[in-house]
């Protein structure tokens, strides 16, 4: 799998990009180099064969010319071309000479050139496979008022079976030098390209241990160019990042500290406080009508800043890393059972529980009372009956759900029913819990290395915890 995902991020790194972009100019550029070179060589390998040919025959004609009488007749037709080299015809009007070309093999279009014009005329044909090179050329005097067309035409035919030999071979060493320069091309834009992104990997590489946390990761800026100045805006802003999470960091440590020390300064007199309260709780019925009401309330609030003192003491200590597992091995569902009992929930207040025994593993009492307490206690509180407790487990998991029947968890409260202080109901500024109860449930089951859902159900709320047979070690 691993293997897979580093060659499909290596085909999408800049690295091949830059490679096969090198190559793609190269073979560009190699190619029309050698289509160039190639068409050049063609033209000029031609024009050595073509041009001689054409001014021998014309010499050889001009040389004749003195000995012909016009109009000739067959001797002079086959006389001419005996003194011709190559493959050649003379023809004068229904006349040929007797040996050398046929006329028949001559493209129509060259004769009617040559009949037309008074320069020589050539046509490169294919015959046969083979390639060849046709010439024509009228038989011109000269008279007193120029240049007469005496109705001779001459053909000749040479063949370019060597010339295109020439030329095949040249198209097949420029592509043979195209193809090698691919390969070095591949080389060099390896070269470069490795000499290019080695300050990006090296960035990719800070950039992630940044992410990673590493605030003190640094880059050496050298030159002056645009990654320099990249390496340079990088450094920047990891200084800065740094000393700004390091601000954020030690406002965070001072106000966990001072949550932490208040908290403990505040349980010796609440301890004295629950005690005087106790007391009046005891006598109120016999002391008068408004002071029982301002008793009962002193008592009531006493109880619950002891209750929210607790609480702040318990999530300091998460964040302290100081939360201790203490596990033992028991029976998971009587567990779940005492803490109801202690709680003084039964069926009466509509609790259905289905808590089958012997689910045996490895657990913090304490803590999973914290969590069924939570739980259970927020069911009653914002649901309505009833609230269904049920316990399930296989070999690997143990699983609880805790499932009540009233509004549901609002949508945009859901993602942060866990957070901090937070409450579904905005709109009350005070309730009977402290706004903690469901953070720290949440602690306690990531303690045991599991953890804790919340969903709705279309009727409900429904919380979810999960947990492993075998708890991690605690911290």
């Known amino acids: 799998m691993s293997e897979r995902r580093g ?40 024009a050595g064969v073509q041009d001689p040919a054409m001014l021998r025959l014309r010499d050889q004609v001009s040389a004749y010319l003195p000995q012909m009488t016009l109009p000739p007749d067959q001797q002079q037709l086959d006389n001419l071309v005996d003194n011709l080299k190559g493959s050649t015809v003379a023809v004068y009007r229904g006349l040929r000479s007797r040996s050398g070309l046929d006329p028949a093999e001559l493209p129509p279009d060259l004769r009617t050139q040559v009949a037309a014009s008074e320069n020589i005329q ?15 050329m009228p038989v011109l005097r000269i008279t007193g008022t120029g240049r007469q067309h005496t109705g001779v035409e001459v053909y000749e035919r040479v063949s370019l079976a060597g010339p295109q030999a020439s030329i095949e071979q040249l198209a ?40 990673h946390g590493q605030l003190d990761v640094r880059l050496p800026a050298k030159g002056s160019d645009e990654l320099a100045q990249l390496v340079t805006t990088f450094n920047s802003t990891a200084a800065e ?7 954020l960091r030690a406002m965070e440590a001072d106000a966990r500290r001072f949550v932490a020390d208040v908290s403990h300064e505040l349980r010796t007199p609440l301890a004295a406080m629950n005690a005087v ?39 300091s200590r998460f964040d302290a890393g100081r939360a201790e597992l203490r596990t033992e091995e028991a029976d998971v569902a009587q567990a779940m059972r005492d803490s109801l009992a202690a709680r003084g929930w039964s069926d009466a207040d509509g609790i259905e529980t289905d808590l089958p025994e012997g689910v045996l593993t490895a ?12 739980l259970v206690g927020n069911a009653l509180r914002h649901g309505a009956p009833p609230v269904d407790l049920r316990l399930t487990a296989d070999e690997a998991t143990v ?56 969903a709705n159900t279309g009727t409900g709320a429904r919380f979810t915890l999960r947990m492993p047979r075998t708890p991690r070690e605690a911290p």
Request: glycine content about 8%; overall charge neutral.
């Open 277 to 315: 309260t106790d007391v009046l709780d005891e006598d109120a019925d016999q002391l008068p009508a408004d002071t029982a009401v301002a008793a009962r309330l002193v008592s009531a609030e006493t109880r619950r800043l002891t209750r929210l003192v607790q609480d702040l003491v318990e999530i």
């Open 399 to 454: 699983l609880l759900t805790v499932t009540d029947h009233g509004p549901g968890v609002p949508e945009d409260v859901l993602p942060h029913v866990f957070d901090r202080f937070t409450k579904a109901d905005t709109a009350r500024a005070r309730s009977e819990g402290s706004g903690l109860g469901l953070a720290i449930a949440r602690e306690n089951a990531r303690l045991h290395g599991g953890e804790l859902e919340a």
């Open 241 to 247: 990042l740094e000393r700004t999470v390091g601000t």
């Open 7 to 46: 060659a499909g991020l290596w085909r999408a790194g800049l690295r091949p990009r830059l490679v096969l972009w090198f190559a793609a100019m190269t073979l560009v550029g190699a190619a029309a180099a050698a289509g160039a070179s190639y068409a050049s060589a063609r033209t000029t390998i031609l």
């Open 363 to 374: 657990f913090d009492p304490r803590r999973l009372d914290l969590v069924v307490a939570n």
């Open 122 to 136: 050539f046509q490169r044909v294919v015959t046969a496979g083979t390639p060849q090179l046709l010439i024509g």
């Open 172 to 211: 097949v060493r420029a592509w043979q030098t195209a193809a090698l320069a691919l390969p070095i091309a591949v080389a060099l834009a390896l070269v470069a390209a490795s000499q290019v992104l080695r300050p990006v990997r090296a960035l990719n590489t800070a950039a992630r241990k940044l992410g």
